[in-house]
DNA sequence: TGAATAGTGTCTTTCAGACAGTATTGG
DNA sequence: CCAATACTGTCTGAAAGACACTATTCA
């Protein structure tokens, strides 16, 4: 085979983190996990990213390594997922030279209520940050999954992969607003999307104190549309 | 220090690859180098992207290696740099488990005739591809980087970063057409990008066999700007 | 009937698309 | 003068912004 001594060198340490995003109660939230209180770990009891160790043995490639860590955080198995980047360097991990491969997931808002892990909890994003301070350089990953996350919805579908299967124009509405944090044109808004070939009616209205709402579902294996402007460009 | 237990196991390969780009004979071309012709390395005399294995005791994090990269087969020192994403699993390197952070630059034209290193030679971009069979998932690599070129190219103003120091308006337009395969329209490309404000104007004219043309500049310390519509949508 | 929210229509603005027309050089 | 390319102006159409207006439910 391959000679050893040409591989007989240190190697980084390998990671994936997942940037996990819900809806929950009308806000965005991250999903993020406590990491245990034992002195032989770096940050003791600090919040971090869901993630870990790639394992080269069970990890068939990194995405399968970065569904595992979702799936153990949150029984979910197959949501959006998009690779957000990665982070590497000798000062990022005690431990030494480490490397990250982040993640970030879109979780409908009824997936979210889930079976959480018992170290997982949801927190509000605000602004582009979260209450606690993060381990290693964790807020730095969910800082740049934010503005990803932002940037892309000025113009995608991507919030739909924030909806439960059935859903009215005006709630997909709401989760643009939160996500981007603005409000937006009613009118507009409805041209757009029902012009995006992106979600079909079903034979259902949400019922309220109001007039009802048509219900609408995501076309079958629709890949996130890109509009060919943004909403309303701030300035 | 930290139990030696805990990270005693198996790490994959790590290595950083870089896709080089510049505009060279009016025509998208990548640089590629090729292998060494011994068997005890894998894809033996194969072109493959820049790039190898971290090393974790001269590279501060993984754009420092990037960079350095760059700079070993080019003697370039600071074209734009932009993350790409990664690659990594069992099967993409038959000497085990590995992951590449992968990086694309943009060469100015100027910087792209320099000393290459030996084993290195530009090659034209047909499509999304290149002529020739590239070592290990590269080609996928490769695809990645001209999507993500292209698609940036639509409402961005990265093409800026392909431009010698100083260019006239249709020729940066060219370069905008060599990298989307397709005519703009003359009007509506300078209105927005001298709208941008992104370039300025030098007190100098490119003189040649017809009308002269006005010479810019970028305006120094650019980041790139966004647009809020694409070019042309293609339907 | 009124409150509340769903949904439509209409006018304006902005900007790309198309393309004609003018400007300025060398030969 | 002509060829060639740089640059400007004008008309049109598409889609967003603003916002008024209608529709449909429950209480």
Same mark, same amino acid.
């Given at each position: 085979m391959y000679k050893k001594s040409e591989l007989d060198f240190p190697r980084p340490l390998t990671t994936v983190d997942v940037v996990i995003f819900a809806i929950r109660s009308d806000a965005l939230q991250a999903l993020l996990v406590q990491r245990p209180n034992?002195?032989?770990?770096?940050? *003791?009891?600090a919040w971090a990213l869901p993630g870990g160790f790639v394992d080269i043995a069970g990890d068939r490639d990194l995405e399968a390594c970065a569904v595992r860590k979702l799936k153990d955080k949150t029984?979910?198995?197959?949501?959006?997922l998009e690779q957000l980047g990665s982070w590497g360097g000798a000062a990022r991990d005690p431990r030494g030279w480490s490397a990250t491969h982040a993640y970030f997931a879109l979780l409908p808002e009824h997936a979210a209520g889930g079976a959480l892990a018992a170290d997982a909890q949801w927190f509000a994003v605000e602004g582009d940050k979260v209450r606690p301070k993060l381990a290693f350089d964790h807020a730095v990953i969910l800082q740049a999954a934010v503005q990803r996350l932002r940037s892309k919805v000025e113009y995608t579908?991507? *919030?739909?992969?924030?909806?439960?299967p059935e859903f009215t124009l005006p709630e997909l509405q709401r989760t643009y607003e939160i996500v981007l944090d603005r409000p937006l044109e009613k009118s507009a808004f409805r041209t757009r999307m029902l012009a995006a070939d992106l979600i079909e009616p079903v034979a259902k209205m949400r019922k309220g104190p109001n007039r009802p709402a048509q219900l609408y579902r995501l076309?079958?294996?629709?890949?996130p549309v890109f509009f060919a402007r943004t909403f309303n460009p701030p300035d």
């Open positions: 034992t002195e032989i770990e770096p940050f *003791p009891g029984r979910v198995v197959s949501p959006y579908s991507l *919030p739909a992969y924030l909806m439960p076309k079958k294996a629709r890949a």
